[in-house]
């Protein structure tokens, strides 16, 4: 696994050598996720959680059962599994109120994004926010690092930002929210997650006209 410790993410550095480790899944164990809304295959074995598959023409999520308070960012590998071609998701700081995602967002790397990777407030179901990435390959790991910073919501892949966005609307951080993964029309394998309570060191943002970066 690629480990990816400090990430720029525009106005923050985000350090996650120092920040707490609230969950580290090196094994899983299906009585400790839940499927929620429309439901495909789901497998939970010990080293992976595989949803959805070839004979599976629908979507779905599942989520760990446990709830987290405040700003989380998750750190896992993931791939789409041949024939399939897209897509996948992941969700944080989800919650659900009359409807499922009522709260939290959503991002994704393919799927009606193409090529590109996008990140979706709920309960809205539209891109937040939307940045070309690259062709996603079917049979390649993608080590993905996405959460939340306070205002600051963002997807890494493979150590390098791929997208942002910043929003006003900062949840309630004594309000849980819960993670977990997605597939849509996909056959999709996540593995290797961690999840922390982030440590993020402000960066200042300076302007400064007649210079330039090499």
């Known amino acids: ?68 308070k405040g700003d989380v960012v998750l750190e896992f590998d993931a791939r789409i599994l041949p024939p399939s071609y897209h897509d996948i998701v992941w969700f944080w700081n989800t919650r659900f109120g009359t409807e499922p995602w009522s709260a939290g967002y959503l991002g994704c790397l393919g799927g009606w994004y193409a090529d590109m990777a996008g990140i979706e407030k709920l309960p809205d179901y539209v891109p937040s926010a939307i940045a070309p990435s690259f062709p996603t390959e079917p049979g390649r790991t993608y080590h993905i690092v ?47 997650l961690k999840v922390y309570r982030p440590h993020a060191v402000p960066r200042p943002l300076v302007y400064a006209p007649g210079t330039s970066r090499k």
């Open 1 to 68: 696994m690629n480990n990816s410790n400090e990430i720029i993410v525009i106005g923050n550095t985000l350090r996650l050598s120092e920040s707490e480790l609230l969950y580290s899944f090196d094994t899983f164990d299906p009585a400790d996720w839940t499927i929620v809304k429309h439901a495909p295959k789901w497998t939970v074995a010990r080293d992976w959680i595989s949803g959805g598959g070839p004979d599976e023409p629908t979507h779905g999520q599942i989520f760990f059962k446990t709830p987290v």
């Open 146 to 192: 996405s959460g939340s910073l306070g205002h600051e919501h963002f997807i890494a892949v493979d150590g390098k930002l791929v997208t942002y966005f910043s929003d006003r609307a900062v949840p309630d951080p004594n309000e849980p929210g819960y993670f977990g993964f997605g597939i849509f029309e996909s056959h999709a394998e996540y593995s290797h």
